[in-house]
């Protein structure tokens, strides 16, 4: 019963069925959304990393990888985390107290002059999704205050957007003062202007085009 209760979440992060008051998708209606099948699983002394491991982070990678595939788009993947932020509502009393685990931390924001977030609002959304501890700084975030974060989150990694031609020749500094407080954390960089070669040319140790390829390289890669 629990693996088909599991099963079944997943497909409520994956379709985006909040709770049984939602009318969306239409096909679920009146149903148990995210929200009740979390709370009944947690009632069920069921663990929540199991929670988030075997239902939360398939959802999350199913919907992820259609929209890499282009097979859905911006609107199915905030539907989806709006799911998936109501389920993890009940989890994250478990993560608080130590008693599930993240995979990690990384630090997101867009850099300095650079006003735009539906691209980090993404990454954020999918990582968290997939396990992952985000501390988001928002939109026109300095060097500094990356840097902070940094030292405040030992072993963290970070990750940097800009979707301007101008603001993205900000991720060269940012990149640089992180790399001096720490050279062994990792730094991120995506955006629509950005290009492999970029990422090169300014030292940051990786370039993804979309979130779904920045999870399977930290699935598929040591930290």
Same mark, same amino acid.
């Given at each position: 019963?629990?693996?088909?209760?599991?099963?079944?979440? +997943?497909?409520?992060?994956?379709? $985006?069925?909040?709770?049984?008051?939602?009318?969306?998708?239409?096909?679920?209606? $009146?149903?148990?959304?995210?929200?009740?099948?979390?709370?009944?699983?947690?009632?069920?002394?069921?663990?929540?990393? #199991?929670?988030? +491991?075997?239902?939360?982070?398939?959802?999350? @990678?199913? =919907?992820? #990888?259609?929209?890499?595939?282009?097979?859905?788009?911006?609107?199915?993947?905030?539907?989806? *985390?709006?799911?998936?932020?109501? +389920?993890? +509502?009940?989890?994250?009393?478990?993560?608080?107290?130590?008693?599930?685990?993240?995979?990690?931390?990384?630090?997101?924001?867009?850099?300095?002059? #650079?006003?735009?977030?539906?691209? /980090?609002?993404?990454?954020?959304?999918?990582?968290?999704? #997939?396990?992952? /501890?985000?501390?988001?700084?928002?939109?026109?975030?300095?060097?500094?205050?990356?840097?902070?974060?940094?030292?405040?989150?030992?072993?963290?990694?970070?990750?940097?957007? *800009?979707?301007?031609?101008?603001?993205?020749?900000?991720?060269?500094? =940012?990149?640089?003062?992180?790399?001096?407080?720490?050279?062994?954390?990792?730094?991120?960089?995506?955006? &629509?202007?950005?290009? @492999?070669?970029?990422?090169?040319?300014?030292? &940051?140790?990786?370039?993804?085009?979309?979130?779904?390829?920045?999870?399977?390289?930290?699935?598929?890669?040591?930290?």
């Amino acid at each position: 019963m629990m693996n088909e209760k599991l099963k079944l979440l +997943a497909i409520c992060i994956e379709r $985006g069925k909040v709770d049984s008051q939602t009318s969306y998708p239409p096909d679920m209606q $009146g149903q148990s959304g995210a929200s009740e099948l979390t709370r009944e699983l947690l009632d069920e002394d069921v663990d929540p990393n #199991d929670i988030l +491991a075997k239902a939360l982070m398939v959802g999350m @990678q199913r =919907i992820g #990888d259609k929209f890499g595939n282009g097979q859905a788009f911006i609107p199915d993947l905030l539907i989806a *985390a709006k799911a998936m932020y109501a +389920a993890m +509502a009940h989890l994250k009393p478990y993560f608080d107290s130590g008693a599930a685990r993240h995979k990690g931390t990384i630090i997101l924001g867009t850099v300095a002059g #650079d006003l735009h977030d539906i691209g /980090k609002n993404l990454v954020r959304m999918v990582m968290e999704g #997939d396990g992952w /501890k985000v501390i988001d700084l928002g939109t026109n975030v300095s060097a500094e205050k990356f840097v902070d974060s940094v030292r405040s989150n030992p072993g963290s990694m970070v990750g940097l957007s *800009a979707l301007l031609t101008t603001t993205m020749l900000n991720m060269g500094p =940012i990149t640089q003062k992180v790399k001096e407080l720490n050279a062994e954390t990792k730094v991120f960089v995506g955006g &629509a202007p950005l290009s @492999q070669q970029f990422c090169d040319k300014i030292g &940051a140790d990786g370039y993804f085009p979309d979130p779904q390829s920045l999870v399977r390289h930290l699935n598929t890669k040591p930290n």
